[in-house]
């Protein structure tokens, strides 16, 4: 991935693609074989092990911020209302 290192598989809805890297950032870029169209760059938490899920209208991402007894894992549900 030119984006960072990640062992999750990018997600594709319509003509989107969500991926995230370990770093707790997402990617959004349009599915197009003739060129890489980025949309948008996402940074949530500062680690992500988990790929990204669609459920319905939403898209479910995991993150975690911290290290060792402090560390805290978010589970986010971001979509439309």
Do not use: C, H
Not at 19 to 24: I, K, L, P, T, V
Not at 36 to 58: C, H, K, M, Y
């Amino acid at each position: 991935m030119p984006w960072g290192s990640s062992r999750y598989f990018p997600v594709l809805v319509g003509d989107t693609i969500y991926a995230s890297n370990e770093r707790g950032t997402t990617f959004v870029f349009k599915a197009n074989p003739q060129r890489f169209e980025p949309i948008a760059q996402n940074q949530l938490g500062e680690e992500s092990f988990a790929t990204p899920t669609v459920v319905d209208d939403r898209i479910l991402l995991r993150v975690a911020t911290g290290s060792g007894a402090s560390r805290k894992e978010t589970l986010y549900a971001i979509g439309k209302n």
